[in-house]
Structures are given as C-alpha cells and as structure tokens.
C-alpha cells in the first residue's frame, strides 16, 4: 500500500467533470473506502485519481495541504537520456553477401 504524504492542493489537477452534492455532504462517505484520496503522478503533474470530495471538503475548511497517496508513474518510468553520439541519422549498413562455395 502506498503511504499518504501531504500535498498543496494548488498543484492538485482535477479529472472529474461533475461533482455529486450529495456525496459531498454524505457524513459517512469514507466509511467503506480510504481515508486519503488518491493521484497519479505523471510528468511532473499531480493528477487527482479519487477523493475529489474529500479534497473540495478540505478546501471549504480552508486547508491548503491535504494528504494524499500518489502514485508516481515518474518514478516508474526510466528517463532516456543520450549517452553517446545521436545515432539515428546513421542510415543501416546493407548486409554482406556469404561467398558462395563451388
């Protein structure tokens, strides 16, 4: 399980369109989920996965950080870096014929 850890929630990217009131005011909302809403971070971007609910909850109370579990697909990704001379201009060598035995 990945552990929560605090987040501003200004560099908090939403992906939800709509936002369910109900859900919103629902006192036991997080009773059968996770306490902590989860992102997904990806190029240098926090995305909010789930818990907008609770983050717009934590906004009305005037908190600017807010915990949450991320995922982070930077880390998991290796970042490709050149190493040596760019060889992608080099056009590929034909192959050699094998001298044929009479």
């Known amino acids: 399980m990945i552990p929560p850890r605090q ?20 006192e036991d909302s997080t009773f059968y989920g996770d306490l902590f809403p989860h992102a997904v971070q990806w190029h240098g971007e926090l995305y909010l996965e789930d818990g907008l609910h609770r983050a717009l909850r934590a906004a009305l109370q005037q908190r600017n950080v807010i915990h949450v579990r991320v995922l982070d697909l930077d880390a998991l990704t290796p970042v490709q870096t050149p190493s040596g001379p760019n060889t992608a201009a080099i056009p590929a060598q034909p192959p050699v014929p094998n001298p044929r035995r009479i």
């Open 7 to 26: 987040v501003r929630m200004d560099t908090l990217v939403t992906t939800k369109k709509e936002l369910a009131l109900d859900a919103l005011l629902a």
